[in-house]
Protein backbone atom coordinates (compact mmCIF):
# COMPACT_ATOMS: atom_id res chain seq x y z
CA UNK A 1 0.00 0.00 0.00
CA UNK A 2 2.91 2.47 1.00
CA UNK A 3 6.18 1.49 -0.73
CA UNK A 4 9.28 3.92 -0.74
CA UNK A 5 11.96 2.33 -3.50
CA UNK A 6 14.98 4.29 -2.25
CA UNK A 7 13.70 7.68 -1.69
CA UNK A 8 16.11 10.28 -0.40
CA UNK A 9 15.72 14.26 0.16
CA UNK A 10 18.42 16.51 0.51
CA UNK A 11 17.72 20.44 1.39
CA UNK A 12 20.36 22.68 -0.19
CA UNK A 13 22.77 19.90 -0.96
CA UNK A 14 22.30 18.70 2.56
CA UNK A 15 20.55 15.10 2.65
CA UNK A 16 17.88 14.77 4.94
CA UNK A 17 16.96 11.39 3.91
CA UNK A 18 19.52 8.60 2.25
CA UNK A 19 18.35 6.24 0.54
CA UNK A 20 15.44 4.31 2.31
CA UNK A 21 13.27 1.46 1.25
CA UNK A 22 10.44 0.18 2.90
CA UNK A 23 6.89 -0.88 2.16
CA UNK A 24 3.70 -1.05 4.19
CA UNK A 25 1.01 -3.53 3.90
CA UNK A 26 -2.81 -2.76 4.05
CA UNK A 27 -3.36 -3.25 7.64
CA UNK A 28 0.09 -2.72 8.72
CA UNK A 29 1.19 -0.34 11.57
CA UNK A 30 4.89 0.76 11.05
CA UNK A 31 6.58 3.33 13.32
CA UNK A 32 9.65 5.48 12.47
CA UNK A 33 11.08 6.78 15.62
CA UNK A 34 14.71 8.16 16.16
CA UNK A 35 16.34 11.55 17.34
CA UNK A 36 15.32 14.70 16.42
CA UNK A 37 16.61 15.22 12.63
CA UNK A 38 16.74 11.56 12.01
CA UNK A 39 14.57 11.97 8.72
CA UNK A 40 11.28 10.57 10.49
CA UNK A 41 8.96 14.17 9.29
CA UNK A 42 10.83 14.28 5.66
CA UNK A 43 9.64 10.60 4.88
CA UNK A 44 6.13 11.31 5.50
CA UNK A 45 6.10 14.86 3.93
CA UNK A 46 7.26 13.16 1.16
CA UNK A 47 4.58 10.58 0.64
CA UNK A 48 2.31 13.28 1.86
CA UNK A 49 3.04 15.16 -1.26
CA UNK A 50 4.46 18.13 0.69
CA UNK A 51 8.49 17.81 -0.22
CA UNK A 52 9.67 16.87 -3.23
CA UNK A 53 11.95 13.57 -3.09
CA UNK A 54 15.19 14.25 -4.12
CA UNK A 55 15.56 10.99 -5.58
CA UNK A 56 14.28 7.14 -5.24
CA UNK A 57 10.49 6.99 -5.63
CA UNK A 58 7.56 6.38 -3.25
CA UNK A 59 3.90 4.92 -4.39
CA UNK A 60 0.66 4.82 -2.71
CA UNK A 61 -1.66 2.06 -3.42
CA UNK A 62 0.60 2.10 -6.59
CA UNK A 63 0.64 5.81 -7.48
CA UNK A 64 3.88 7.68 -7.72
CA UNK A 65 3.30 10.41 -5.35
CA UNK A 66 5.43 12.75 -7.90
CA UNK A 67 4.08 11.95 -11.32
CA UNK A 68 0.71 10.99 -10.67
CA UNK A 69 0.50 13.22 -7.16
CA UNK A 70 -3.03 13.92 -7.21
CA UNK A 71 -4.55 10.42 -7.18
CA UNK A 72 -1.85 9.57 -4.26
CA UNK A 73 -2.73 11.91 -2.21
CA UNK A 74 -6.29 11.15 -2.56
CA UNK A 75 -5.37 7.69 -1.15
CA UNK A 76 -3.78 9.59 1.73
CA UNK A 77 -4.25 11.22 5.25
CA UNK A 78 -2.09 13.42 6.54
CA UNK A 79 -1.53 14.77 9.99
CA UNK A 80 0.99 17.06 10.18
CA UNK A 81 3.37 18.52 12.92
CA UNK A 82 2.48 22.12 11.66
CA UNK A 83 -0.62 23.44 12.12
CA UNK A 84 -1.04 23.41 8.32
CA UNK A 85 -3.89 25.84 7.42
CA UNK A 86 -4.34 29.11 8.22
CA UNK A 87 -5.20 30.20 12.16
CA UNK A 88 -8.46 32.18 11.02
CA UNK A 89 -9.85 29.10 9.18
CA UNK A 90 -12.98 28.22 10.53
CA UNK A 91 -13.78 24.38 11.49
CA UNK A 92 -17.02 23.65 9.23
CA UNK A 93 -15.33 25.12 5.93
CA UNK A 94 -12.20 23.04 6.69
CA UNK A 95 -14.10 20.18 7.50
CA UNK A 96 -16.08 20.68 4.33
CA UNK A 97 -13.06 21.18 2.03
CA UNK A 98 -11.93 18.32 2.70
CA UNK A 99 -15.30 15.87 2.64
CA UNK A 100 -15.80 17.24 -1.09
CA UNK A 101 -12.01 16.92 -2.17
CA UNK A 102 -12.53 13.44 -0.69
CA UNK A 103 -16.18 12.48 -2.52
CA UNK A 104 -17.65 12.22 0.97
CA UNK A 105 -21.15 13.46 1.89
CA UNK A 106 -21.25 17.44 3.59
CA UNK A 107 -22.74 15.36 6.42
CA UNK A 108 -19.80 13.56 6.66
CA UNK A 109 -17.32 16.73 7.60
CA UNK A 110 -20.11 17.17 10.53
CA UNK A 111 -19.52 14.07 11.77
CA UNK A 112 -15.61 14.18 11.83
CA UNK A 113 -16.07 17.60 13.93
CA UNK A 114 -18.24 15.36 16.32
CA UNK A 115 -15.85 13.04 16.30
CA UNK A 116 -12.99 15.27 17.37
CA UNK A 117 -15.18 16.73 20.34
CA UNK A 118 -15.94 19.89 18.39
CA UNK A 119 -19.63 19.28 16.76
CA UNK A 120 -21.06 22.00 19.04
CA UNK A 121 -18.30 24.90 17.63
CA UNK A 122 -18.09 24.58 13.67
CA UNK A 123 -18.29 28.38 13.19
CA UNK A 124 -14.98 28.32 15.61
CA UNK A 125 -11.37 29.00 14.07
CA UNK A 126 -8.74 26.52 14.41
CA UNK A 127 -6.68 29.71 15.91
CA UNK A 128 -9.05 29.34 18.99
CA UNK A 129 -8.63 25.57 19.67
CA UNK A 130 -6.29 24.03 22.29
CA UNK A 131 -3.38 22.49 20.85
CA UNK A 132 -5.13 19.24 21.67
CA UNK A 133 -8.40 20.45 20.27
CA UNK A 134 -6.16 20.98 17.34
CA UNK A 135 -4.56 17.67 17.03
CA UNK A 136 -7.99 15.70 17.44
CA UNK A 137 -9.56 17.95 14.86
CA UNK A 138 -6.45 17.13 12.40
CA UNK A 139 -6.39 13.37 13.07
CA UNK A 140 -9.95 13.43 12.51
CA UNK A 141 -9.77 15.17 9.20
CA UNK A 142 -6.90 13.01 8.14
CA UNK A 143 -9.18 9.95 8.13
CA UNK A 144 -11.77 11.52 6.83
CA UNK A 145 -13.09 9.44 3.57
CA UNK A 146 -12.03 6.51 2.13
CA UNK A 147 -7.77 6.92 2.66
CA UNK A 148 -5.80 3.41 2.26
CA UNK A 149 -2.99 5.32 3.95
CA UNK A 150 -2.45 7.28 6.82
CA UNK A 151 0.73 8.94 7.63
CA UNK A 152 0.83 10.97 10.89
CA UNK A 153 3.83 12.87 12.47
CA UNK A 154 3.70 12.48 15.84
CA UNK A 155 0.04 12.15 16.49
CA UNK A 156 0.12 12.10 20.14
CA UNK A 157 1.80 15.26 20.73
CA UNK A 158 0.47 17.64 23.14
CA UNK A 159 -2.38 15.22 23.94
CA UNK A 160 -3.61 14.29 27.49
CA UNK A 161 -3.71 10.82 28.36
CA UNK A 162 -7.35 10.54 27.54
CA UNK A 163 -6.32 12.25 23.78
CA UNK A 164 -2.97 9.50 23.34
CA UNK A 165 -5.97 6.76 23.94
CA UNK A 166 -8.41 8.39 21.50
CA UNK A 167 -5.20 8.40 18.86
CA UNK A 168 -4.59 4.66 19.42
CA UNK A 169 -8.05 4.17 19.12
CA UNK A 170 -8.24 6.00 15.66
CA UNK A 171 -4.59 4.02 14.97
CA UNK A 172 -6.48 0.85 15.32
CA UNK A 173 -9.82 1.61 13.91
CA UNK A 174 -7.72 2.39 10.48
CA UNK A 175 -5.56 -0.88 11.13
CA UNK A 176 -8.97 -2.91 11.22
CA UNK A 177 -10.10 -0.83 8.13
CA UNK A 178 -7.14 -2.37 6.16
CA UNK A 179 -5.29 0.79 5.97
CA UNK A 180 -1.63 1.09 6.00
CA UNK A 181 -0.52 3.35 8.44
CA UNK A 182 3.03 4.77 8.72
CA UNK A 183 3.60 7.15 11.79
CA UNK A 184 6.65 8.88 13.65
CA UNK A 185 6.56 9.30 17.55
CA UNK A 186 9.01 10.03 19.96
CA UNK A 187 5.98 8.26 22.09
CA UNK A 188 7.55 5.09 22.66
CA UNK A 189 4.92 3.23 24.26
CA UNK A 190 2.49 4.10 22.03
CA UNK A 191 4.96 2.59 19.31
CA UNK A 192 5.44 -0.44 20.88
CA UNK A 193 1.59 -0.70 21.51
CA UNK A 194 0.49 0.26 17.98
CA UNK A 195 3.14 -0.53 16.11
CA UNK A 196 3.51 -4.03 14.03
CA UNK A 197 7.04 -3.09 13.15
CA UNK A 198 9.22 -0.29 13.83
CA UNK A 199 12.16 1.30 11.68
CA UNK A 200 14.90 3.03 13.96
CA UNK A 201 16.20 5.96 11.83
CA UNK A 202 19.31 8.13 12.88
CA UNK A 203 20.34 10.71 11.19
CA UNK A 204 18.15 10.32 7.64
CA UNK A 205 19.37 6.85 7.58
CA UNK A 206 17.52 3.54 8.27
CA UNK A 207 19.53 2.15 10.66
CA UNK A 208 16.99 -0.40 12.20
CA UNK A 209 13.61 -2.29 11.35
CA UNK A 210 11.82 -5.10 12.89
CA UNK A 211 8.89 -6.14 15.42
CA UNK A 212 9.45 -5.36 18.55
CA UNK A 213 10.95 -8.56 19.92
CA UNK A 214 13.54 -8.34 16.48
CA UNK A 215 14.59 -5.31 17.86
CA UNK A 216 14.68 -6.08 21.25
CA UNK A 217 17.15 -9.65 20.41
CA UNK A 218 19.08 -7.62 17.80
CA UNK A 219 19.77 -4.66 20.73
CA UNK A 220 20.43 -7.65 23.01
CA UNK A 221 17.92 -6.82 25.47
CA UNK A 222 15.62 -9.47 26.76
CA UNK A 223 11.78 -9.30 25.80
CA UNK A 224 9.75 -11.67 27.33
CA UNK A 225 7.17 -9.60 28.33
CA UNK A 226 3.94 -8.65 26.19
CA UNK A 227 3.46 -5.21 25.76
CA UNK A 228 3.22 -2.42 27.27
CA UNK A 229 5.62 -4.26 29.14
CA UNK A 230 9.19 -4.77 27.02
CA UNK A 231 11.87 -2.33 27.60
CA UNK A 232 11.38 0.27 24.15
CA UNK A 233 13.15 3.03 25.97
CA UNK A 234 16.32 0.95 26.48
CA UNK A 235 15.98 -0.92 23.12
CA UNK A 236 15.49 2.67 21.36
CA UNK A 237 18.42 4.01 23.16
CA UNK A 238 20.98 0.74 22.49
CA UNK A 239 19.82 0.91 18.42
CA UNK A 240 20.21 4.77 18.23
CA UNK A 241 23.58 4.78 19.65
CA UNK A 242 25.06 1.85 17.46
CA UNK A 243 23.18 4.01 14.80
CA UNK A 244 25.28 6.65 14.95
CA UNK A 245 28.27 5.06 15.24
CA UNK A 246 27.64 2.44 12.21
CA UNK A 247 28.91 2.70 8.67
CA UNK A 248 26.28 4.37 6.25
CA UNK A 249 24.64 1.47 4.71
CA UNK A 250 24.57 -0.58 7.70
CA UNK A 251 21.50 -1.83 9.13
CA UNK A 252 21.15 -3.56 12.42
CA UNK A 253 18.42 -5.68 11.35
CA UNK A 254 15.67 -6.20 8.94
CA UNK A 255 12.65 -7.99 9.17
CA UNK A 256 13.79 -10.54 6.39
CA UNK A 257 16.88 -11.07 8.08
CA UNK A 258 15.31 -12.49 11.20
CA UNK A 259 12.72 -14.45 8.99
CA UNK B 1 -11.82 20.77 -11.70
CA UNK B 2 -14.16 20.49 -9.21
CA UNK B 3 -11.44 20.49 -6.39
CA UNK B 4 -10.19 23.78 -7.91
CA UNK B 5 -13.89 25.08 -7.52
CA UNK B 6 -14.20 23.66 -3.85
CA UNK B 7 -10.58 25.40 -2.97
CA UNK B 8 -12.10 28.55 -4.67
CA UNK B 9 -14.75 28.28 -2.40
CA UNK B 10 -13.23 27.51 0.62
CA UNK B 11 -10.50 30.43 -0.37
CA UNK B 12 -13.28 32.96 -0.57
CA UNK B 13 -15.06 32.36 2.47
CA UNK B 14 -11.63 33.01 4.45
CA UNK B 15 -11.37 35.33 2.45
CA UNK B 16 -14.67 37.07 2.98
CA UNK B 17 -14.26 37.25 6.72
CA UNK B 18 -11.24 39.05 6.49
CA UNK B 19 -10.74 42.70 6.85
CA UNK B 20 -9.40 43.61 4.01
CA UNK B 21 -12.41 43.99 1.77
CA UNK B 22 -14.34 46.07 3.84
CA UNK B 23 -11.31 48.71 4.61
CA UNK B 24 -10.94 48.66 0.68
CA UNK B 25 -14.82 49.38 -0.34
CA UNK B 26 -14.74 52.04 2.56
CA UNK B 27 -11.49 53.95 1.62
CA UNK B 28 -12.07 53.64 -2.07
CA UNK B 29 -15.85 54.95 -1.24
CA UNK B 30 -14.55 57.77 0.73
CA UNK B 31 -11.58 58.96 -1.78
CA UNK B 32 -14.19 58.44 -4.81
CA UNK B 33 -16.50 60.84 -3.23
CA UNK B 34 -14.14 63.49 -2.09
CA UNK B 35 -12.77 63.31 -5.89
CA UNK B 36 -16.15 63.72 -7.00
CA UNK B 37 -16.43 67.12 -4.87
CA UNK B 38 -15.01 70.10 -6.72
CA UNK B 39 -13.86 72.66 -4.75
CA UNK B 40 -15.92 75.64 -3.55
CA UNK B 41 -17.36 77.41 -6.85
CA UNK B 42 -17.81 81.25 -7.09
CA UNK B 43 -20.86 81.12 -5.27
CA UNK B 44 -19.09 79.18 -2.62
CA UNK B 45 -21.13 76.29 -2.35
CA UNK B 46 -20.06 72.78 -2.91
CA UNK B 47 -20.98 70.78 -6.07
CA UNK B 48 -20.30 67.77 -7.22
CA UNK B 49 -18.25 66.58 -10.75
CA UNK B 50 -20.29 64.76 -13.15
CA UNK B 51 -19.15 61.39 -14.49
CA UNK B 52 -16.72 62.76 -17.16
CA UNK B 53 -14.73 64.75 -15.29
CA UNK B 54 -14.98 62.12 -11.80
CA UNK B 55 -13.81 59.37 -14.16
CA UNK B 56 -10.58 60.86 -15.33
CA UNK B 57 -9.86 62.18 -11.62
CA UNK B 58 -10.55 58.84 -10.26
CA UNK B 59 -8.21 57.18 -13.08
CA UNK B 60 -5.05 58.41 -11.19
CA UNK B 61 -6.43 57.22 -8.01
CA UNK B 62 -7.01 53.67 -9.17
CA UNK B 63 -3.84 53.70 -11.25
CA UNK B 64 -1.54 54.64 -8.19
CA UNK B 65 -3.70 52.82 -5.34
CA UNK B 66 -5.24 49.56 -6.81
CA UNK B 67 -1.71 48.43 -7.75
CA UNK B 68 0.12 48.66 -4.47
CA UNK B 69 -3.20 47.07 -1.93
CA UNK B 70 -3.43 44.56 -4.78
CA UNK B 71 0.38 44.05 -5.31
CA UNK B 72 0.72 43.97 -1.04
CA UNK B 73 -2.16 41.59 -0.56
CA UNK B 74 -0.87 39.49 -3.67
CA UNK B 75 2.38 39.15 -1.68
CA UNK B 76 1.20 38.43 1.22
CA UNK B 77 -1.43 35.60 0.16
CA UNK B 78 1.50 33.99 -2.24
CA UNK B 79 4.01 33.91 0.86
CA UNK B 80 1.32 32.22 2.63
CA UNK B 81 1.00 29.72 0.38
CA UNK B 82 4.03 28.06 1.94
CA UNK B 83 1.79 27.42 5.20
CA UNK B 84 -0.68 25.25 3.51
CA UNK B 85 0.93 21.98 4.20
CA UNK B 86 -2.58 20.29 5.18
CA UNK B 87 -4.15 21.80 1.88
CA UNK B 88 -1.18 20.63 0.01
CA UNK B 89 -1.72 17.17 1.05
CA UNK B 90 -5.45 16.99 0.23
CA UNK B 91 -5.87 15.92 -3.63
CA UNK B 92 -5.31 19.31 -5.40
CA UNK B 93 -3.24 20.55 -7.96
CA UNK B 94 -0.38 23.01 -6.37
CA UNK B 95 -1.20 25.66 -9.10
CA UNK B 96 -5.00 25.14 -8.15
CA UNK B 97 -4.27 25.97 -4.40
CA UNK B 98 -2.13 29.86 -5.76
CA UNK B 99 -5.29 30.17 -8.18
CA UNK B 100 -7.74 29.74 -5.57
CA UNK B 101 -5.99 32.18 -3.78
CA UNK B 102 -6.17 34.66 -6.91
CA UNK B 103 -9.48 33.99 -7.46
CA UNK B 104 -10.85 34.71 -4.04
CA UNK B 105 -8.23 37.64 -3.21
CA UNK B 106 -9.70 39.25 -6.90
CA UNK B 107 -13.21 38.72 -6.18
CA UNK B 108 -13.44 40.10 -2.38
CA UNK B 109 -11.27 42.68 -3.10
CA UNK B 110 -12.88 43.55 -6.58
CA UNK B 111 -16.15 43.17 -4.78
CA UNK B 112 -15.14 45.51 -2.63
CA UNK B 113 -13.75 48.22 -5.17
CA UNK B 114 -17.08 47.94 -7.40
CA UNK B 115 -19.09 48.91 -3.57
CA UNK B 116 -16.27 51.51 -3.38
CA UNK B 117 -16.60 53.00 -6.48
CA UNK B 118 -20.67 52.29 -6.81
CA UNK B 119 -21.66 54.07 -3.60
CA UNK B 120 -19.33 57.50 -5.36
CA UNK B 121 -21.53 56.22 -8.39
CA UNK B 122 -24.66 56.57 -6.61
CA UNK B 123 -23.70 60.41 -5.07
CA UNK B 124 -22.72 61.48 -8.48
CA UNK B 125 -25.51 60.11 -10.15
CA UNK B 126 -27.62 61.20 -7.77
CA UNK B 127 -26.26 64.81 -7.33
CA UNK B 128 -24.96 65.51 -10.90
CA UNK B 129 -26.75 63.70 -13.29
CA UNK B 130 -26.23 60.33 -15.10
CA UNK B 131 -24.91 61.52 -18.20
CA UNK B 132 -21.17 60.53 -19.40
CA UNK B 133 -22.06 57.39 -16.71
CA UNK B 134 -20.79 55.13 -19.44
CA UNK B 135 -17.10 56.68 -18.86
CA UNK B 136 -17.73 55.70 -15.05
CA UNK B 137 -18.57 52.07 -15.91
CA UNK B 138 -15.66 51.79 -18.03
CA UNK B 139 -13.57 53.41 -14.98
CA UNK B 140 -14.61 50.01 -12.68
CA UNK B 141 -13.65 47.95 -15.68
CA UNK B 142 -10.12 49.15 -15.91
CA UNK B 143 -9.70 48.90 -12.12
CA UNK B 144 -10.49 45.20 -12.11
CA UNK B 145 -8.52 44.54 -15.04
CA UNK B 146 -5.13 45.95 -13.17
CA UNK B 147 -6.60 44.66 -9.98
CA UNK B 148 -6.35 41.28 -11.25
CA UNK B 149 -2.71 41.83 -12.92
CA UNK B 150 -1.34 42.97 -9.62
CA UNK B 151 -3.00 40.32 -7.57
CA UNK B 152 -1.30 38.36 -9.89
CA UNK B 153 1.99 39.48 -10.06
CA UNK B 154 1.90 40.20 -6.01
CA UNK B 155 1.06 36.52 -5.53
CA UNK B 156 3.75 35.45 -7.85
CA UNK B 157 6.09 37.37 -5.51
CA UNK B 158 5.15 35.97 -2.25
CA UNK B 159 5.32 32.25 -3.72
CA UNK B 160 8.98 33.00 -5.29
CA UNK B 161 10.30 35.23 -1.93
CA UNK B 162 8.38 32.88 0.33
CA UNK B 163 9.02 35.23 3.70
CA UNK B 164 6.05 37.69 4.30
CA UNK B 165 8.27 40.51 4.93
CA UNK B 166 10.67 40.13 1.81
CA UNK B 167 7.59 39.38 -0.27
CA UNK B 168 5.82 42.60 0.63
CA UNK B 169 9.22 44.62 0.63
CA UNK B 170 9.82 43.52 -3.36
CA UNK B 171 6.27 44.18 -3.55
CA UNK B 172 6.64 47.97 -3.10
CA UNK B 173 9.62 48.32 -4.91
CA UNK B 174 7.80 46.46 -7.96
CA UNK B 175 5.18 49.48 -6.94
CA UNK B 176 7.75 52.23 -8.11
CA UNK B 177 8.91 50.65 -10.62
CA UNK B 178 5.96 49.93 -12.56
CA UNK B 179 4.52 53.15 -11.28
CA UNK B 180 7.52 55.91 -11.64
CA UNK B 181 9.97 53.72 -13.28
CA UNK B 182 8.27 52.90 -16.58
CA UNK B 183 7.21 56.42 -16.99
CA UNK B 184 10.90 57.87 -16.46
CA UNK B 185 11.99 55.57 -18.94
CA UNK B 186 9.26 56.73 -21.42
CA UNK B 187 10.47 60.20 -21.01
CA UNK B 188 14.15 58.89 -21.47
CA UNK B 189 13.09 57.41 -24.67
CA UNK B 190 11.15 60.18 -25.87
CA UNK B 191 13.70 62.30 -25.14
CA UNK B 192 16.82 59.99 -26.73
CA UNK B 193 14.59 58.47 -29.45
CA UNK B 194 13.95 59.96 -33.04
CA UNK B 195 9.80 60.44 -33.35
CA UNK B 196 9.46 57.74 -35.23
CA UNK B 197 11.22 55.08 -33.38
CA UNK B 198 9.93 56.80 -29.89
CA UNK B 199 6.48 55.83 -30.80
CA UNK B 200 7.21 52.17 -31.15
CA UNK B 201 9.16 51.85 -28.06
CA UNK B 202 6.30 53.98 -26.03
CA UNK B 203 3.90 51.59 -26.73
CA UNK B 204 6.27 48.33 -26.15
CA UNK B 205 6.39 50.31 -22.96
CA UNK B 206 2.66 51.04 -22.49
CA UNK B 207 2.47 47.00 -22.64
CA UNK B 208 5.46 46.74 -20.06
CA UNK B 209 3.92 48.18 -17.17
CA UNK B 210 0.34 46.57 -15.90
CA UNK B 211 -0.31 50.06 -14.29
CA UNK B 212 0.86 52.19 -17.61
CA UNK B 213 -1.22 49.73 -19.58
CA UNK B 214 -4.34 50.43 -17.35
CA UNK B 215 -3.98 54.29 -17.38
CA UNK B 216 -3.46 54.49 -21.18
CA UNK B 217 -6.71 52.15 -21.28
CA UNK B 218 -8.83 54.13 -19.24
CA UNK B 219 -7.68 57.04 -21.02
CA UNK B 220 -8.30 55.56 -24.58
CA UNK B 221 -11.82 54.74 -22.82
CA UNK B 222 -12.65 58.06 -22.16
CA UNK B 223 -10.88 59.56 -24.93
CA UNK B 224 -9.37 62.31 -22.42
CA UNK B 225 -5.78 61.64 -23.74
CA UNK B 226 -5.66 65.10 -23.07
CA UNK B 227 -4.97 64.54 -19.70
CA UNK B 228 -2.48 61.86 -20.36
CA UNK B 229 0.96 61.70 -18.89
CA UNK B 230 4.26 61.06 -20.24
CA UNK B 231 3.41 57.72 -21.72
CA UNK B 232 -0.44 58.06 -22.15
CA UNK B 233 0.26 61.29 -24.55
CA UNK B 234 1.22 59.02 -27.55
CA UNK B 235 -1.72 57.19 -26.75
CA UNK B 236 -3.68 57.60 -29.29
CA UNK B 237 -1.13 58.53 -32.27
CA UNK B 238 0.86 55.28 -31.44
CA UNK B 239 -2.17 52.56 -30.86
CA UNK B 240 -4.83 54.21 -32.66
CA UNK B 241 -8.22 52.32 -32.54
CA UNK B 242 -6.83 48.78 -31.68
CA UNK B 243 -4.80 50.37 -28.56
CA UNK B 244 -7.94 49.48 -26.20
CA UNK B 245 -7.87 45.75 -27.18
CA UNK B 246 -4.49 45.77 -27.04
CA UNK B 247 -4.02 47.02 -23.62
CA UNK B 248 -6.43 45.19 -22.33
CA UNK B 249 -4.99 41.64 -23.88
CA UNK B 250 -1.10 42.97 -21.84
CA UNK B 251 -3.71 43.36 -18.72
CA UNK B 252 -4.63 39.68 -19.47
CA UNK B 253 -1.43 38.64 -19.88
CA UNK B 254 0.23 40.40 -17.20
CA UNK B 255 -2.42 38.52 -14.98
CA UNK B 256 -2.19 35.19 -17.11
CA UNK B 257 1.49 35.12 -17.09
CA UNK B 258 2.12 35.44 -13.10
CA UNK B 259 -0.34 33.45 -12.08
CA UNK B 260 1.04 30.73 -14.37
CA UNK B 261 5.16 30.93 -13.26
CA UNK B 262 3.47 31.30 -9.56
CA UNK B 263 1.38 28.05 -10.16
CA UNK B 264 5.08 26.56 -10.99
CA UNK B 265 6.92 27.59 -8.81
CA UNK B 266 5.04 26.55 -6.12
CA UNK B 267 4.29 23.37 -7.58
CA UNK B 268 8.24 22.40 -7.50
CA UNK B 269 8.47 23.98 -3.91
CA UNK B 270 9.40 22.16 -0.31
CA UNK B 271 6.65 23.32 2.31
Given at each position: ????????K????R?????????????????????????K????????????????????????????????????G??????????????????????????????G???????????????????????????????????????????????????????????????????????????????????????????????????????????????????????????????????????????????T?????A? | ?????????????????????????A???????????????????????????????L?????????????????????????????????????????S????S??????????????????I??????A???????????????????L??G????????????????????????????????????????????????????M???????????????H?????????????????????W?LT???????????????????????
Amino acid sequence: MIRLEQLQKSYGGRPALEPFSLEVAAGEVVALVGPNGAGKSTTLRSLAGVVRPSGGRAFIAGHDVVTDGVAARNQVGYLSQRLGVPANTVLRDLAELVARVRGVAPAGALQALTGAGLGDRPGSTVGELSGGQRQRLMIALATLGPVTALLLDEPSISLDAEGSDEVRQAIGEAKRRGTAVLFASHQLHDVALLADRIVVMVQGRMVAQGTLAQLAQAAGVACDAAPPEPPIDRIYRILVSRGRDSAPGTLTLLREDAA
Amino acid sequence: MSHTLSLCRFELEAALRGRTAPIFAAGFGLASVAVALVGLSAGGVLAVQGFARTSVSLLELVVWVVPILALISGAVAGADCHELEFTASLPVRRPAIVFSRWIASTLTLGAALLLGLGAAGMVIGLLAGSADGWRYLRLIGVALLVLAASLALGLWIGVAVRSRLKAVGIAVAVWFVLVIGVDLAAIGALSVLPPGKASVWLSVLLMASPVDAARALGLSLFHADVVAGPTGAALRAVLGQAGAWALTAALLGWTVVPLTLAGRRFSRSDL
